[in-house]
């Protein structure tokens, strides 16, 4: 769930370094511009914020976004509903204003020059992130642990939503029983579990997380499912059916194309090839810097245009679902299951920690729900392929 398009983003005021002199100005400053997406300081309404460390402006007017995620990590400030929080800020378009400082774009500078997701250093999101702790993860999703976009189609339940958005990608793949699935990203092999019992198919699921791959084999024990530890530049052999959920985030914009060149020589002539992804309105090659420190390490969310570059003279587009909105229902599901479990978590996660992961589930369901990010189901075919019978 990385992205590189800020959620937390600030205007051009909060870049003016003649206006950071003192904590009486900066307040002033984040004020007037906050009050442009109807976001009060120490307000009454749910989505104001509350300050307890007069520091923050400052902090804010210099370190950006970055600044204010690690405020509330310090607890400097507070907000009943931070998921509304963001979502005004964004709506309101404060993030579009956006003019760093010098010291500011430096942080981006990283990935314009260097692959970050190269293959030497794909290893790092699974360190910082997949690998931290199952029973973290396990403690917020659902029975098959889909980390990843549920489907409310008539249900406020995540774990039908969750069925519903496993039987959904099956459905877009045309699975048949007998058929050879490749799972590349592969979580805690709940998709490769589901596509094999209740579709008869032999599927392998490739994961560079060690963990995750522990779970997986076991998850999906007595079942023709295979889960192997590798990055994805080293699949080989082909396959009726490709997916990929939630994993072309941590691909990275040089890389895009190689990932797409793999998935085509892995694919069968009529075969079908879905990929689930977050995606930004905008094409970017930088990451948000509070992300990339305390989440997903090297996270980037690819455009539609990027997409589109990297499928051209390889694939045949043949549907683009935007389920965006579901995605903000599923972070909010994740959230409320989070605070339930916390008082068996906090044994070994302490309260600096519970207010990073709350300020990630509920600032990317607040960008989710301004629609600054999407969530795109895209299915891909080799040109020449009588269409597939893509049953939504």
């Given at each position: 769930m990385g992205t590189q398009k800020s959620v937390t983003a600030l205007p051009s005021e909060f870049s003016r370094p003649r206006l950071v002199q003192g904590r009486g100005v900066a307040r002033r400053i984040v004020e007037n511009v906050l009050a442009r997406a109807g976001v009060g300081i120490n307000g009454p309404n749910p989505w104001d914020i509350r300050v307890h460390d007069e520091r923050l402006y400052a902090r804010v007017l210099r370190e950006k976004n970055l600044?204010?995620?690690?405020?509330?990590?310090?607890?400097?400030?507070?907000?009943?509903?931070?998921?509304?929080?963001?979502?005004?800020?964004?709506?309101?378009?404060?993030?579009?204003?956006?003019?760093?400082?010098?010291?500011?774009?430096?942080r981006f500078f990283p990935s314009l020059v260097l692959n970050l997701q190269s293959k030497s250093r794909a290893h790092i999101i699974a360190q910082r992130h997949y690998d931290r702790d199952n029973d973290l993860f396990l403690s917020f999703l659902d029975p098959y642990n889909q980390y990843s976009c549920a489907y409310f189609q008539e249900t406020d339940d995540l774990a039908e939503a969750q069925q519903k958005k496993l039987e959904l990608l099956c459905r877009k793949l045309n699975l048949q029983a007998g058929n050879r699935v490749?799972?590349?990203?592969?979580?805690?092999?709940?998709?490769?579990?589901?596509?094999?019992?209740?579709?008869?198919?032999?599927?392998?699921?490739?994961?560079?997380?060690?963990?995750?791959?522990?779970?997986?084999?076991?998850?999906?024990?007595?079942?023709?499912?295979?889960?192997?530890?590798?990055?994805?530049?080293?699949?080989?052999?082909?396959?009726?059916?490709?997916?990929?959920?939630?994993?072309?985030?941590?691909?990275?914009?040089r890389n895009y194309r190689i990932f797409?060149?793999?998935?085509?020589?892995?694919?069968?002539?009529?075969?079908?090839?879905?990929?689930?992804?977050?995606?930004?309105?905008?094409?970017?090659?930088?990451?948000?810097?509070?992300?990339?420190?305390?989440?997903?390490?090297?996270?980037?969310?690819?455009?539609?245009?990027q997409i589109g570059r990297a499928v051209e003279g390889l694939f045949v587009v043949e549907d683009w679902h935007n389920l965006g909105p579901h995605y903000d229902r599923t972070l909010m599901a994740w959230y409320e299951n989070f605070q339930r479990a916390w008082d068996r978590l906090k044994e070994r996660y302490d309260d600096r920690f519970k207010r990073m992961w709350d300020y990630y589930l509920l600032s990317c369901a607040g960008a989710f729900r301004a629609r600054s990010i999407q969530l795109w189901q895209i299915v891909l075919t080799k040109p020449g392929t009588v269409q597939p019978a893509c049953r939504i």
């Amino acid at each position: 769930m990385g992205t590189q398009k800020s959620v937390t983003a600030l205007p051009s005021e909060f870049s003016r370094p003649r206006l950071v002199q003192g904590r009486g100005v900066a307040r002033r400053i984040v004020e007037n511009v906050l009050a442009r997406a109807g976001v009060g300081i120490n307000g009454p309404n749910p989505w104001d914020i509350r300050v307890h460390d007069e520091r923050l402006y400052a902090r804010v007017l210099r370190e950006k976004n970055l600044g204010l995620g690690e405020a509330y990590m310090d607890g400097w400030w507070d907000c009943q509903r931070i998921d509304e929080f963001i979502c005004r800020v964004l709506r309101a378009g404060l993030d579009e204003a956006i003019r760093g400082s010098a010291a500011y774009l430096l942080r981006f500078f990283p990935s314009l020059v260097l692959n970050l997701q190269s293959k030497s250093r794909a290893h790092i999101i699974a360190q910082r992130h997949y690998d931290r702790d199952n029973d973290l993860f396990l403690s917020f999703l659902d029975p098959y642990n889909q980390y990843s976009c549920a489907y409310f189609q008539e249900t406020d339940d995540l774990a039908e939503a969750q069925q519903k958005k496993l039987e959904l990608l099956c459905r877009k793949l045309n699975l048949q029983a007998g058929n050879r699935v490749l799972d590349i990203g592969g979580g805690w092999g709940g998709l490769a579990r589901h596509m094999a019992e209740r579709h008869g198919c032999t599927v392998t699921s490739v994961n560079i997380s060690g963990e995750q791959v522990r779970y997986a084999r076991d998850f999906c024990r007595g079942l023709p499912v295979t889960v192997i530890q590798a990055d994805y530049r080293q699949i080989g052999g082909t396959f009726d059916k490709i997916v990929s959920v939630g994993m072309f985030e941590h691909v990275g914009w040089r890389n895009y194309r190689i990932f797409m060149n793999i998935v085509h020589r892995c694919l069968k002539p009529e075969g079908v090839f879905l990929l689930q992804t977050i995606g930004g309105n905008e094409s970017r090659v930088s990451c948000d810097p509070w992300i990339t420190r305390y989440i997903f390490p090297n996270g980037m969310l690819p455009s539609i245009a990027q997409i589109g570059r990297a499928v051209e003279g390889l694939f045949v587009v043949e549907d683009w679902h935007n389920l965006g909105p579901h995605y903000d229902r599923t972070l909010m599901a994740w959230y409320e299951n989070f605070q339930r479990a916390w008082d068996r978590l906090k044994e070994r996660y302490d309260d600096r920690f519970k207010r990073m992961w709350d300020y990630y589930l509920l600032s990317c369901a607040g960008a989710f729900r301004a629609r600054s990010i999407q969530l795109w189901q895209i299915v891909l075919t080799k040109p020449g392929t009588v269409q597939p019978a893509c049953r939504i």
